[in-house]
């Protein structure tokens, strides 16, 4: 038996994709490695375990993770996860570390080597590998499924016997991957487009797609990228500017959809009240951004909340999560495209190099102790020793319940 990988299903009840395809277990099993997938894992991403089993897994139980030597999440451990977790065990996962030391403290408590898919550098060759494009190309086509779901009318231009129909007006906030995948699939539906960003090259991107673009292009504005790609936090005389240039196009918009995030801090906000207050009743916005605080004012995590002025602001949680099945088969193949690196094919074993630089970027624990440099100075030792110490005292709770304990007495 080679090493074993195992699929849990997800603890959250809200998450509905799953860390490997039928595709991926079958190359996992080509590569040597015993392939466990815990009993209806994919059952919510429209994969039954008999497609699992007949590409060469095992179906098993969630008590399958003690014995795994790499461990296949969509998120982040539990606490109550960890406490079955093999010292030592792989685990590839969105992590999600920010604001979460305490999570972890745990997992390095846990004595697991976690990697944080999310910070796998944007390079040629992590492409393949990058969770945060394929999760949010399908967020930016499913904001976009979501707001024609809200907007009561029709979003391409009709022109009947009855008369014509205008076309919805569609203005996207953020020209990452979600936001080009936002611009593409409005175009598609027959909206017209407009859209906005402070990266200079997301200009003709724009324009590619067939939509117009929106910015302030001052100086700062030239230079708002970063090396790797992401957009840089403004200035607030440029944010200022910017609010007013979008303000007047705002009120004139059907449909607004914003993308702004900025990596580990709060995303920045966007649309005012006022901006909202001045869309027309049935106007629709979806805040992609939600998670991490939002870019609109009014927007509430996990709700459709309609303002007084009749605008409906969208605030799913998730949005990958409400494709599952698509998601699923993408987010499993950058997790299987980044293993087969560490994979000795001699060995048929995981073989760690700390010197890869696709590990020094993602690996956050690993030898008992927190180890990215953005989090070794800020999740203390004392709350990894305490990690560890919680630990020990589960298992001792584990091993006592299967003691035996002492004889009841009576005659002999």
Request: hydrophobic fraction near 50%; aromatic fraction near 4%.
């Amino acid at each position: 038996m080679g090493q074993i990988i195992f699929v849990p299903r997800e603890v959250d009840a809200a998450e509905a994709r799953v860390a490997a395809s039928p595709e991926t277990v079958k190359r996992l099993s080509g590569l040597g490695f015993t392939v466990v997938i815990e009993k209806d894992a994919g059952a919510n991403a429209r994969i039954p375990d008999a497609d699992f089993a007949a590409n060469g897994a095992t179906i098993g139980s969630a008590a399958d993770v003690k014995s795994a030597d790499v461990v296949l999440k969509v998120r982040r451990p539990t606490t109550a996860e960890l406490k079955n977790y093999k010292p030592g065990a792989l685990v590839l996962a969105s992590m999600d570390p920010y604001g979460n030391d305490a999570a972890i403290a745990a997992m390095a408590g846990a004595g697991v080597s976690a990697f944080a898919m999310e910070f796998m550098p944007r390079i040629t060759r992590a492409q393949s590998m990058d969770i945060l494009s394929s999760q949010a190309n399908l967020a930016g086509y499913q904001a976009v499924v979501d707001a024609a779901y809200e907007y009561d009318r029709a979003l391409p231009m009709m022109m009947t016997a009855a008369g014509t129909v205008p076309a919805a007006k569609v203005f996207v906030m953020g020209v990452g991957v979600a936001g080009l995948q936002a611009i593409a699939t409005a175009r598609r539906m027959g909206a017209v487009v407009t859209a906005t960003d402070v990266r200079p090259a997301a200009k003709e991107q724009v324009a590619s797609l067939g939509a117009k673009f929106l910015a302030v292009e001052d100086e700062e504005f030239k230079a708002a990228e970063t090396a790797g790609g992401y957009a840089k936090e403004m200035s607030k005389e440029y944010q200022a500017k910017q609010a007013a240039l979008t303000a007047e196009h705002i009120a004139k918009q059907d449909i607004v959809i914003t993308t702004a995030l900025i990596p580990g801090r709060p995303a920045p906000k966007l649309v005012s009240a006022a901006m909202v207050a001045s869309m027309k009743a049935g106007s629709v916005i979806v805040d992609l951004a939600v998670e991490r605080g939002g870019n609109v004012e009014g927007a509430v995590a996990g709700e459709v909340v309609t303002t007084a002025n009749g605008v409906k602001i969208v605030g799913h949680l998730n949005v990958p999560g409400r494709v599952a099945a698509s998601a699923s088969l993408l987010y499993a193949k950058n997790l299987y495209t980044f293993l087969e690196t560490m994979v000795d094919k001699e060995t048929k074993t995981v073989s760690l190099n700390l010197e890869d630089e696709l590990v020094a970027a993602t690996l956050l624990t690993h030898g008992g102790k927190v180890v990215h440099p953005n989090f070794a100075g800020v999740v203390t030792s004392a709350a990894v020793d305490e990690a560890v110490a919680e630990k020990k005292t589960a298992a001792k709770k584990v091993a006592a319940k299967k003691s035996p304990g002492d004889k009841p007495k009576g005659d002999s």
